[in-house]
């Protein structure tokens, strides 16, 4: 009886660990990351299950750096600075009382109250 509790733990301790076996087995980088991985976190199913995936997973290889000769010559194009559309503004007159502008046909300033006589000359008109 004894013999078979033993073999079940070592059978149990060999399935437990086959992520880090797999990742052992294929040289992967994180190989040390994925037995701790399992270690703490594979005695939940959804943990042995992580470390199984990132143990058959591939590594991602850096692509090379292309060295100064390998660039391809492109033209240089100077950026072109935005277009500004100008916006017609409505001719305005500046209120004497409170200095604000406000549109030339207003009768009353929309900031301090002024009322308008029609003597004041609106700026921007000839």
Known sequence: MDGTVAIVLIFGLFIYFIPYIVSSARGKQNSLAIGLLNIFLGWTLVGW?????WAVSKDNIPQPVPVTGDFIDLPQFAPTPPILHAVPTPAQKKCPDCAEMVLADARKCRFCGYEFGPAIPAV???
Do not use: Y
Not at 49 to 53: E, K, P, T
């Open 124 to 126: 921007g008109q000839s």
């Open 49 to 53: 299950v992580v470390a199984l995936v």
